[in-house]
């Protein structure tokens, strides 16, 4: 598996006050365009739907809860999709921490654009359209897989078939290092009928080989590869037990 380097990778270059305002400027003008369906809606209800002044204080509260879920949705799709149809994915590497270098930029208009969505996805379940929002950022997810918890860098991360991400637990594919002013990009890969626990925590580069068990509350270290049929507990993970579960 490919890993990040130890020093830092020549990334392309930009202009530092344009990346700037496209940080601030492109994230409103995505989420603005975001909310365009249910504002077509509510006209068509307002002007192609005649109801007594009584009848819409009775409907309104359903109508709102309707329309918050629509909002919801049309902001995931619509957001997702504008950055797989222009390719905002970052890649791997160890980058100085600045606008001007192209990967960092990507990563910081991303976390703008997936962060909002990502917090409301923890508090509102969104089944398969999570999952499809997940693979529009470029997250590789296999069949009948859950994907509960946070995953920190969708196009960083993949899993297989027949496995299962646990509430709270927390995959991260980057680490930012403020006081040496880089940004480490690792990807982390997960493979077939694999289990993470509760309130797990998986660092950059770690790798997950098929039938896997990685206990609740465990600690993944930074490029560690979990043997297959094995589980693992622990702050650091260690091994307890091999065999098929």
Known sequence: MPKAADKKTTSKQGNWWWRRFLISFVPFIIFSLGFFPVLLILVFLYFFVPLQVWTWIILSPFLLIILMMLTFVSQLL????????????????????????????????????????????????????????????????????????????????????????????????????????????TRIDVGDNCVIGAGAIVMPGARMENNVLLGAGSLVPQNKTLEKNSIYVGSPAQKRQKGKR
């Open 78 to 185: 619509f957001s997702g999709s504008i950055i797989r149809i222009f390719h905002i994915i970052y890649e791997e590497g160890t980058y100085e921490y600045t606008l001007r270098d192209t990967n960092v930029f990507k990563w910081m208009l991303i976390c703008q654009l997936y962060t909002p969505m990502r917090k409301l996805m923890e508090i509102i379940p969104m089944g398969e359209i999570r999952n499809i929002y997940l693979r529009l950022l470029g997250m590789k997810i296999g069949e009948n897989t859950l994907v509960g918890g946070v995953i920190k860098d969708p196009c960083m991360t993949s899993f297989g078939s027949n496995t299962t991400m646990g509430e709270y637990a927390v995959l991260y594919g980057h680490i930012h290092d403020k006081a040496a002013r880089t940004l480490t990009i």
